[in-house]
């Protein structure tokens, strides 16, 4: 029975609404004007939010591709100065058998030994000058998202051997060989000879434009060879480790803390830098202003649905005076006060939520136009509308075209019949 009652009510809006739209249609200008506050504000909160959305969503993304959301690196802080008990002189921080160590350990996708970059001096027939020359990990490079462009990165054979290959910085390719192909050719560092694998150049993000061109002007060596040569005693500067994506970050995190602290018999030579906890946290951040800009333009979006509710209302008291005749002859045909309040409400309703779906249509426009004007200046930049501000828009737009239309709807229905009928 519920339901038997609710049906024709149903029925009955969605008949005022069409007769709402010939109205409309009737007074298509001054709809027009009416519903310009309402369209601006629905497309202002679609637009903006779904661009603070794809803000967020594409810091996380810049964010993975550096691959830090799910790492944890350990660092080196052996042998120290400031040592007071007898394990800290003795163990005197991580070494080659740590990084192999770390291979075996479960619930791991990668693990990467690297040794901070070192300035030595580089030769070629062209070029002598001293360059950073930094220690990696077979796939480091790709791990950190850098493109190689030639040729190859360090292997794990030429970990294990700690061969003497080197993947260059694209920017050192013309100081070093000019035109030539460098692939294959030798190079000297600290005068020993070094074949030329591969050609790196540094990724760029499509968010921030930070430069990254310091890392094309570096000089890519496995850490191997560094350990053994230039540190000795076979130490490394860190190590870092990929935890998968089917293991609980902070579980695998404080596991493989201990594993490295019981191999170090408790001795204090490492630190623990977790990349994840760096990225939550510049990604709370990011959250709280983009929690504080949202503020910012609902509020500026509200102000204008309210300025449009007030053409509304305006709108609906000119309609009002325009249509009392008609009003006092639905209510001499049985009409009463319930059905006229009921006819304006639609009214007032229909032009909101056209207004909010014109304004949301003007949102995606809008998105649209951003980025067309991204790609112009070469990056994909790739907005997704925010359904949660769509539905807001509405929301807000229904409720200002009850707020606003309900004085004008029920000063119509306190009109007296015959007086209504008089009306010229």
Same mark, same amino acid.
Do not use: C
């Given at each position: 029975?519920?339901?038997?009652?609710?049906?024709?009510? /149903?029925?009955?809006?969605?008949?005022?609404?069409?007769?709402?739209?010939?109205? @409309?249609?009737?007074?298509?200008?001054?709809?027009?004007?009416?519903?310009?506050?309402?369209?601006?504000?629905?497309?202002?909160?679609?637009?903006?939010?779904?661009?603070?959305?794809? +803000?967020?969503?594409?810091?996380?993304?810049?964010?993975?591709?550096?691959?830090?959301?799910?790492?944890?690196?350990?660092?080196?802080?052996?042998?120290?100065?400031?040592?007071?008990?007898?394990?800290?002189?003795?163990?005197?921080?991580?070494?080659?058998?740590?990084?192999?160590?770390?291979?075996?350990?479960?619930?791991?996708?990668?693990?990467? *030994?690297?040794?901070?970059?070192?300035? +030595?001096?580089?030769?070629?027939?062209?070029?002598?000058? @001293?360059?950073? @020359?930094?220690?990696?990990?077979?796939?480091?490079?790709?791990?950190?998202?850098?493109?190689?462009?030639?040729?190859?990165?360090?292997?794990?054979?030429?970990?294990?051997?700690?061969?003497?290959?080197?993947?260059?910085?694209?920017?050192?390719?013309?100081?070093?060989?000019?035109?030539?192909?460098?692939?294959?050719?030798?190079?000297?560092?600290?005068?020993?000879?070094?074949?030329?694998?591969?050609?790196?150049?540094?990724?760029?993000?499509?968010?921030?434009?930070?430069?990254?061109?310091?890392?094309?002007?570096?000089?890519?060596?496995?850490?191997?060879?560094?350990?053994?040569?230039?540190? *000795?005693?076979?130490?490394?500067?860190?190590?870092? +480790?990929?935890?998968?994506?089917?293991?609980?970050?902070?579980?695998?995190?404080?596991?493989?803390?201990?594993?490295?602290?019981?191999?170090?018999?408790?001795?204090?030579?490492?630190?623990?830098?977790?990349?994840?906890?760096?990225?939550?946290?510049? !990604?709370?951040?990011?959250?709280?202003?983009?929690?504080?800009?949202?503020?910012?333009?609902?509020?500026?979006?509200?102000?204008?649905?309210?300025?449009?509710?007030?053409?509304?209302?305006?709108?609906?008291?000119?309609?009002?005076?325009?249509?009392?005749?008609?009003?006092?002859?639905?209510?001499?045909?049985?009409?009463?006060?319930?059905?006229?309040?009921?006819?304006?409400?639609?009214?007032?309703?229909?032009?909101? +939520?056209?207004?909010?779906?014109?304004?949301?249509?003007?949102?995606?426009?809008?998105?649209?136009?951003?980025?067309? /004007?991204?790609?112009?200046?070469?990056?994909?930049?790739? /907005?997704?509308?925010? !359904?949660?501000?769509?539905?807001?828009?509405?929301?807000?737009?229904?409720?200002?075209?009850?707020?606003?239309?309900?004085?004008?709807?029920?000063?119509?229905?306190?009109?007296?019949?015959?007086?209504?009928?008089?009306?010229?």
């Amino acid at each position: 029975m519920p339901e038997d009652r609710r049906l024709p009510r /149903i029925s009955e809006w969605g008949e005022l609404m069409v007769e709402a739209l010939r109205e @409309v249609w009737a007074h298509k200008m001054r709809s027009l004007l009416t519903l310009f506050g309402i369209v601006f504000g629905a497309a202002s909160v679609v637009s903006l939010t779904s661009l603070s959305a794809a +803000l967020k969503v594409m810091a996380y993304t810049e964010l993975s591709r550096m691959g830090m959301p799910a790492t944890v690196g350990f660092t080196d802080r052996g042998p120290r100065s400031d040592a007071t008990r007898a394990l800290d002189l003795r163990y005197v921080g991580l070494n080659l058998d740590d990084v192999e160590a770390f291979r075996d350990f479960e619930h791991l996708e990668g693990v990467y *030994g690297h040794v901070y970059p070192r300035r +030595l001096l580089v030769t070629s027939p062209a070029d002598q000058r @001293v360059i950073p @020359v930094e220690g990696v990990d077979a796939d480091y490079l790709t791990f950190r998202n850098s493109r190689i462009v030639r040729g190859r990165e360090v292997a794990p054979l030429d970990v294990r051997n700690a061969a003497r290959v080197a993947v260059i910085g694209e920017e050192l390719v013309e100081p070093y060989f000019g035109a030539a192909d460098p692939i294959g050719r030798t190079m000297r560092i600290e005068g020993l000879p070094f074949e030329v694998i591969g050609v790196l150049a540094p990724f760029e993000l499509e968010l921030v434009p930070a430069d990254f061109s310091f890392l094309a002007r570096r000089i890519y060596v496995p850490y191997t060879y560094l350990t053994r040569y230039v540190l *000795g005693a076979r130490r490394v500067d860190n190590v870092l +480790l990929k935890v998968s994506n089917d293991t609980d970050f902070a579980t695998a995190m404080a596991a493989a803390t201990a594993f490295l602290r019981e191999r170090h018999r408790g001795a204090d030579d490492f630190d623990v830098e977790n990349e994840a906890a760096d990225v939550a946290e510049d !990604l709370a951040m990011a959250d709280g202003i983009m929690q504080g800009w949202n503020i910012v333009l609902y509020t500026i979006a509200g102000v204008t649905l309210v300025v449009g509710g007030i053409g509304l209302f305006s709108v609906l008291l000119i309609a009002v005076r325009e249509r009392v005749r008609e009003i006092g002859i639905r209510m001499a045909l049985g009409a009463d006060d319930r059905a006229v309040r009921r006819l304006f409400l639609a009214e007032s309703l229909t032009l909101a +939520l056209l207004g909010a779906i014109l304004g949301i249509a003007g949102g995606i426009g809008l998105i649209m136009v951003t980025e067309a /004007i991204a790609r112009s200046f070469g990056r994909a930049f790739v /907005i997704g509308v925010h !359904l949660p501000g769509a539905a807001m828009a509405v929301a807000f737009a229904a409720l200002v075209g009850i707020v606003f239309g309900w004085y004008p709807a029920s000063r119509a229905a306190r009109l007296d019949p015959v007086e209504a009928i008089r009306e010229l």
